[in-house]
């Protein structure tokens, strides 16, 4: 049995402030800029390339995804296969990520294949060929994707509740149907890579073991991208929300419920406040949503809300999956849940759980320099430097109860909700 | 320690976070066909408090930590992070539920609703999503690898009593069941001192010998075919492998690199692009230490049959066994393994969670020694375990046809 005299848990020491690596500023001949971070011994190095090409600038259906995931498919010297080879030779991590706002191509490897890697970077960036018959692979292939993907319910959740915030002809709510892949061509995409991968707008980000080697190449291959000849434009319109809706899903032992409200773009000065609101509610294992639907009700096995930025808007959404018969409870305990944060200010104590868990999950996406770049990056697209997210601690503690209570009358009125639900 | 649990400990200077991983021996082969599920219904009950610490997510939260868990066949692994200097808390909370779990009737009805939730969405909620359960069943007979750890039926996770709950408590969450690893930047020397302090006095009753239920040997190939309501054809072939530290284990993984470890593997290149036979496939190992199951699976593209496509995968597999794979080739995939190695050691959790692991796979030089077991293995030796290993009288297909 256990020793008498331990009884009280051990005190608890918080930090003060969170340690991040500063990124070092440097300029290409172009004008890109490319981001130092030098935050580890360890023989890696990740580094990424930010362009202005998520799907909000594409012109035609599904170009964007196309346009980044096909820059290896291809250069004037090698194949699809020769550069798949390369990359898994020389064992680095290719990744390529598409959102609303920007594609970020990111390179992965050990420092002794650095030249390599560096090699192949700068023909999958600068010179990719984008050959038809590739064109037409993934043409195939995405489509089969694509409707595998709207047999899952939570992936059509995902895009209904896109829809209903935005619009449906709104670049960020949009969905287009699988056939449309047919009407994807080799010419928008060569058109799209024209004028989206280019100096304008692009930076790069350096993380790791950043050596002076790394970094003059990474320079040189920034500065192969070519100026626009004609600079890249988008319209995003205002959103024209669509409201709440019931989707019939055949098949489903569970309800997918999404409930929202568009927020504010990047670099709003109520989204660290937001951020601690939706942390509350959802945010955490403990949350208000997870103590109701999880560990009172047992309705289901996760709850969450999240605020989410684009350049152009934002939103916050809450999301579930319950069992079809206490669906419409469940949505009626978010509501109420909702309703309490409006009505009842927060306590000190739970508020000072939440910002725990704030510094918490900041303190644990900072510890390596892959989580480092990743930071940098969204600091980089909000507009600030990492000194931003030093600050940030100090912003986070000084939230009241009151200044929670202020936001959530502000933001989260039930008449400004919508509630999307899927299943049977 | 003299109770019986294991301890390693890591000093890691890069990192300010400290990670403490829990192992306990137990998994869902553990279970009874009775009470299929039940490790991983326990998994979630240890969270559900004790006398000292009702809410035991609260003080993980009160110290900037994150914690968490989950259950395999073979062990159930519990893990938090928090700031280095609150390490204390975590060792408090884990000797704390090691010893006092407090579990009261309605906290267990509220848990298997949870739990059967889990299962909705994860295993019914999804297209092919019980493809594993069908699978397994077929693949095993005996062996209790033949059930999923979320279970057989949410009936079996409704049926648990709370007298069950306290057995399985009692017999299996027990100090010499265990294995307790920390990753920090701290001196070894005192964290092992730490783990004397919270864990010492904790008297242990041994946990009985698990011994795994052989399984007949197989002599024709078994086969399961299923209509759903997936958006594609698809089509699944498993063979069951040897123990985790034999060389099995280490071939199966590499011969699954070669085959599906990236865009350039065989079956992206051939399967997928040249022949368009499959939309997506893969091919992995499932693991479990008294052998588990080596996989290769794909979709269909629209207007190939089934047997257009089994008889393209058994050609893959079939290839490793007549023709030797180049030298190339296979340095690709010890690059890969390395590279993945080293990334994965960046993450202070990953570390400790590897220590506990090794550990309790019984061979903690396999920690550092894995890249030299993949660089050792040469053309010859792939190509002679091929032969024997790829036959179809030794495998399970499952076959889930689109029901449109």
């Known amino acids: 049995m256990r020793k008498e005299d331990i009884k009280e848990l051990p005190k608890v020491v918080l930090p003060d402030t969170i340690d991040i690596t500063l990124a070092e500023r440097h300029t290409a001949g172009n004008g890109v800029p490319v981001y130092a971070l030098d935050c580890s011994k360890q023989e890696v190095l990740r580094f990424s390339f930010v362009f202005h090409a998520g799907t909000s600038w594409q012109k035609h259906p599904f170009c964007a995804a196309a346009t980044a995931n096909l820059l290896s498919a291809g250069s004037p010297s090698h194949s699809a296969h020769e550069l798949a080879e390369a990359l898994d030779f020389y064992g680095s991590w290719y990744d390529v990520s598409v959102d609303r706002d920007a594609a970020v191509i990111s390179f992965c490897t050990l420092l002794k294949f650095l030249p390599q890697t560096l090699a192949l970077a700068e023909e999958i960036l600068l010179t990719p060929t984008f050959p038809e018959e590739e064109v037409e692979i993934y043409r195939t292939k995405r489509r089969q994707r694509l409707i595998v993907e709207r047999s899952k319910p939570d992936f059509c959740v995902r895009e209904l509740f896109a829809r209903r915030l935005f619009g449906s002809e709104h670049p960020y709510g949009r969905g287009y149907a699988a056939e449309v892949y047919d009407g994807l061509t080799r010419e928008q995409i060569v058109e799209f890579y024209q004028s989206n991968y280019t100096s304008e707008g692009t930076f790069v980000v350096a993380s790791g073991n950043v050596g002076s080697e790394a970094l003059s190449a990474l320079l040189r291959i920034a500065d192969g991208l070519p100026a626009p000849s004609v600079k890249p434009t988008r319209t995003i319109p205002s959103p024209q929300s669509e409201g709440s809706m019931h989707k019939h899903f055949e098949g489903t032992v569970q309800t997918s419920v999404r409930i929202g409200r568009l927020l504010f773009p990047r670099g709003h000065e109520d989204f660290i406040g937001m951020q601690v609101v939706a942390t509350l509610l959802g945010g955490y294992f403990g949350s208000r949503l997870i103590q109701n639907l999880r560990e009172e009700h047992g309705y289901t096995y996760g709850a969450y809300c999240g605020v989410v930025n684009f350049d152009e808007a934002g939103y916050l959404a809450i999301s579930t999956e319950v069992g079809g018969e206490v669906a419409e409870d469940a949505v009626r305990q978010i509501m109420w849940e909702v309703e309490r944060l409006r009505t009842e200010p927060v306590s000190d104590e739970e508020l000072a759980i939440v910002k725990k868990i704030i510094f918490g999950e900041m303190m644990r996406i900072l510890d390596g320099p892959f989580g480092i770049a990743d930071v940098t990056i969204e600091n980089i697209q909000n507009g600030v430097t990492n000194e931003y997210t030093a600050r940030m601690v100090q912003e986070v503690k000084a939230i009241t109860p009151e200044r929670v209570l202020a936001l959530a009358q502000r933001y989260l009125a039930p008449e400004d909700l919508i509630t999307v639900t899927l299943g049977e | ?404």
Not at chain 2, 34 to 48: K, P
Not at chain 2, 196 to 212: Q, R
Not at chain 2, 227 to 255: F, G, K, W
Request: aromatic share 10%; proline share 4%; hydrophobic share 40%.
């Open chain 2, 1 to 404: 320690m003299s109770n019986g649990l294991e301890v390693v400990v890591n000093r890691d200077q890069a990192s300010k976070m400290a990670a403490v991983n829990l192992l306990y021996r137990v998994g869902s082969k553990h279970e009874s066909p009775e009470r299929t599920g039940f490790a991983h219904l326990f998994e979630h009950l240890m969270f559900r408090g004790t006398e000292r610490v009702p809410d035991f997510d609260a003080p993980v939260q009160a110290a900037c930590g994150e914690n968490n868990a989950y259950t395999t066949a073979d062990y159930t692994n519990f893990y938090i992070t928090l700031p280095r200097e609150n390490i204390a808390t975590a060792l408090y909370l884990e000797a704390d539920r090691m010893t006092g779990l407090d579990i009261s009737p309605e906290a267990l009805t509220a848990e298997k609703s949870v739990v059967v939730e889990e299962f909705n969405q994860r295993y019914l909620n999804q297209p092919y999503g019980d493809q594993w359960m069908l699978l397994r069943g077929e693949a095993y007979q005996k062996s209790h690898y033949r059930w999923a750890t979320i279970g057989l039926s949410p009936d079996h996770i409704r049926a648990a009593s709370l007298d069950e709950v306290r057995a399985f408590y009692d017999r299996f969450y027990q100090p010499s069941n265990a294995i307790l690893s920390l990753s920090a930047d701290i001196p070894e020397d005192e964290m092992v001192a730490m783990a004397e302090e919270w864990f010492g006095d904790i008297s242990s009753t041994p946990a009985p010998l698990f011994v795994p239920e052989a399984e007949p040997v197989q002599s024709a190939p078994r086969r399961l075919e299923v209509e759903r309501a997936v958006p594609a054809d698809q089509i699944t072939i498993a063979l069951r492998m040897e123990h985790r530290n034999s060389r099995c284990h280490y071939l199966c993984d590499l011969l699954t690199d070669l085959m599906a470890g990236g865009e350039s593997a065989r079956f992206y290149q051939r399967l997928v692009k040249e022949q368009q036979i499959f939309s997506s496939t893969n091919a992995y190992i499932t693991g479990e230490v008294d052998g588990g199951l080596f996989i290769a699976i794909g979709q269909l593209n629209p207007g190939v049959t089934i047997e257009e496509a089994e008889a393209a995968v058994w050609r893959e597999l079939l290839l490793f066994a007549t023709e030797p794979v180049g030298e190339k080739e296979l340095e690709k995939v010890r690059n890969k393994f390395e590279a993945n190695i080293l990334f994965g050691e960046l993450n202070v959790m990953n570390k400790a969670m590897n220590l506990s692991y090794y550990a309790m796979l019984g061979d903690m030089d396999l920690l550092n020694g894995e890249v030299a077991i993949y660089n050792s293995i040469t053309p010859e030796e792939i190509m002679d375990f091929a032969q024997k290993f790829f036959r179809r009288d030794q495998s399970t297909t499952l076959v889930i046809r689109s029901k449109q």
